[in-house]
């Protein structure tokens, strides 16, 4: 139950912002978890009213057309939180294979809403407006007409799903109590973890290892055969990923999107290419799969503006167990 916020306490240390580059595909039906299980990457067995999982579909050849958070919405009703430029392609995509499943897909449907929060204090003014916040990652809360996910360790990042009837009453709730932020310094703080997100210039261009999701939560290993897993167990098992996504910095001002290609600087060859890009104030800095090598060889862009790419940490390991 969303409570009354004193208006007259300073805001806490944290931030909230709609995600309008985000999107929900909405999956339901009897059959929904059976049919993602049998054609995503991930365990959707771990999945009900309180705990999400990342995933990712793929093509037979192993290539992601999309990743996801699934996310239980209701009885019989998921979520599949992605980038809005690849819903309606990927829906049609899933589209081929659930006619025999009882389960339906609306990729134009629009009645729940998709909100951020992150900062130091974010759980704490969750259970204020909320009464009560997720306390490990990717568990769920649930509550009337929203949903809370938790998508970090720390408890300092949400993602707050908001049916209709209520989002204007829990975005005025939250803004009484946090400050209102902006959608690409959500996105910042996402690509610093190093969580790659396929776009529409990406799809069907990268493996889950290039996209280091063996790495990040996507791949689940052991619950058996899904669209594309031949390629990738084979991989996992067998072999070693000749490429990886790398977290970098560009000038400030440099302009790029997703899918430009980058070079090495000493071979003039093509090294690789942008996954995603993040520009928030005076920074800008990009994912980008190139060999394992990676960013220890000069890169720039390519063509025009050819900008050096300086490397920068991950906050995990390359190196899979």
Known sequence: ????????????????SRLDRESILHISGPDTLTFLQGQTTCDTRTVDAEHAVLGAYCTPQGRVVCDFLLVALGAEHYGLRMRRDIR???????????????????????????????????????????????GKIRDARVGDGFILVQMDNAGHEYECYFHESQADRCHRAMHEIMQHGAESEWHAVQLAKGIARVEAATSREHIPQTLNYDLTGHISFNKGCYTGQEVVARLHYRGKPKRRTHLAALPQGTLCAPGRKIVDANTGKIAGSIVNVSSFADRTCVLVETTADGLTNSLHLDGAGSAPLAPEMLPYSLHSD
């Open 1 to 16: 139950m969303i409570g009354a916020i004193d208006v007259r306490k300073a805001h806490l240390n944290c931030q909230f």
């Open 88 to 134: 309606e392609p990927s829906s049609t995509t899933f589209g081929k294979y659930i006619v025999f499943s009882k389960a339906t897909l609306e990729a134009q449907r629009e009645d729940w809403q998709l909100t951020a929060v992150w900062g130091p204090d974010a759980s704490a003014a969750l259970r204020k407006v909320f009464g009560d916040a997720p």
